[in-house]
C-alpha cells in the first residue's frame, strides 16, 4: 500500500494526534495536539497558529494525504502537498475527541465538526468548527482568556462558537471533560451528549445554542454510575452505551423510555 509521510510534531507524550473522521465527500480530517507536555507552560504551544506546522491543528485531506483544493488558509495556493493546504481549523491545545455534525448554514455543504478540547487545568471546550476557525489556543481557551500566555487585551482567538462553562466542566491531570461526542438520533439531531470523564456523568447539550439541558450518572461503582467513563455510542433507538476503564472495566446500557426521539 501507497504510504504518506508529514511531519507532524510530538515534543511529548501527550497531546499528539486525537482521531480520525471520514466526511461524506470521502476527505479525512484529524486532530493534532499542540505536541507541548501539559505540564506547565510552553513556547511550543504558539505553533497552534504557525500554517507551516501542523501542531495544534485540525487536517483535512484526501485518501492520498494532500489537501484539499477547497483549502480556507492559504486558497490560492495549488500545490495540495504544502501544509497549510491540508490545515482545516487552527488554535487547539489536546483536541481529543471530534465529531462529525451535519452542514449548516455557515459550511456552505463542508463538514461541520464538534472538537473536544482538553483544557489547560481550568476550562475545557466543546467547539463547533467550521473550515477556517481559529479556536484559539493558546492565548484563549473558548471564551476565557489563557493567561499563561496572553495579555487579555490581545487580539484574536475565539472566533468560533465555542461553550465553556455549563456545557463543559473543569478537569484534572489524567481525564477529560469531554471523552466522547455522540449526536442524538432524532431527525434535527437536536442534541449532543458529552460523556464527562472527570466528573463521571453524560451531560445533554443542545446543539443549537450550547445550553445543557440534563444529564445523568454520577461518580460511583453502582449501575447508572460510572468510574471514569470513557466511551460512549447511541444507537438509532436512542439507547445510549458507556464504558469504563481504570478499574471500572463494564459497559452499561441506559434505554430510552421517553419520546425525546420525536
Known sequence: ADVAYDCIPSDSDTH?????????????????????????????????????????????VDRSGHGIAQHPFCPTETDLTRTCTKIWAVGLRNA??????????????????????VGNFTTETLTIAHAGDNIGWPCWEGTYWAYAYADPRAPGGGISTAWGGPAMKAAGPGQTSCQRLAIWPDPKQTYLLSADGENNEIRIIR????????????????????????????????????????????????????????
Open 16 to 60: 499528539g494526534l486525537g482521531e480520525i473522521v471520514s466526511a461524506p465527500d470521502g476527505s479525512l480530517l484529524l486532530s493534532v495536539g499542540d505536541a507541548t507536555p501539559w505540564q506547565g507552560q510552553s513556547t511550543g504551544s504558539f505553533r497552534a497558529y504557525n500554517l507551516e506546522s501542523y501542531a495544534g491543528k485540525i487536517l483535512r
Open 96 to 117: 481529543f475527541r471530534i465529531t462529525l455534525l451535519p452542514a449548516d448554514s455557515k459550511s456552505n455543504g463542508g463538514p461541520v465538526l464538534a472538537i473536544g478540547n
Open 207 to 262: 446543539r443549537d445554542d450550547g445550553s445543557v439541558v440534563g444529564s445523568f450518572g454520577h461518580n460511583g461503582r453502582n449501575a447508572g454510575q460510572f468510574h471514569w467513563v470513557h466511551a460512549m455510542a447511541v444507537d438509532k433507538q436512542g439507547n445510549v452505551y458507556t464504558a469504563e476503564v481504570d478499574t471500572g472495566k463494564r459497559i452499561q446500557k441506559f434505554r430510552l423510555t421517553s419520546d425525546a426521539l420525536k
